[in-house]
């Protein structure tokens, strides 16, 4: 059963977080920003670490999927970047990340507007902090702002305090 984006009209396949033409959150998670904890919808005691999960085929997502689990999120996000992607959390209709991780709580997890891009390249994928406030970890190495650093499949990404593990084709 696929799911149909209300602002494009797009299908995206079953449980699938992020529509995969516009990049609209296909869920509703209310984000109280007033709070300074981390709120109860994530079910952080439910939800096993993302450090115990294994992923096994990227491709049943079709080409240049990115599937991004987040520690205590049951579901992975799955996003399709063709060239390049930025990450980071809305603050306004005008000031957009391509992904907003506002419904992962981006906010209590210091995620900077623009954190983060990732790249295509030839040799698969980069990423590259954009002088992010909190900082981007790679595999527990900090990045260095603007330098692009080499992505495989399976690293750990700790953008601020929000942890997540990236499989890619």
Known sequence: MATICPICG????FGALVCATCYNVLIKIPVNTQETTVPNVLNLTEIEPASTRRFVDSTMYGNNAVVMYFEHQSEPMVV?????????RRTSEKDSPRIDLSPYGALVFGISRQHIIIRRTEKG?????????????????????????????????????????IFFQ
């Open 10 to 13: 797009s299908e995206n396949i």
């Open 80 to 88: 399709h970047i063709n060239q390049q992607a930025v990450l980071g």
């Open 125 to 165: 994928l980069t990423a590259e902090d954009l002088d992010s406030s909190n900082g981007t970890w790679l595999n527990d190495k900090q990045l260095a702002p603007f330098v692009p650093t080499q992505l495989k499949s399976g690293d750990r990404l700790m953008l601020g305090k929000l942890s997540l593990e």
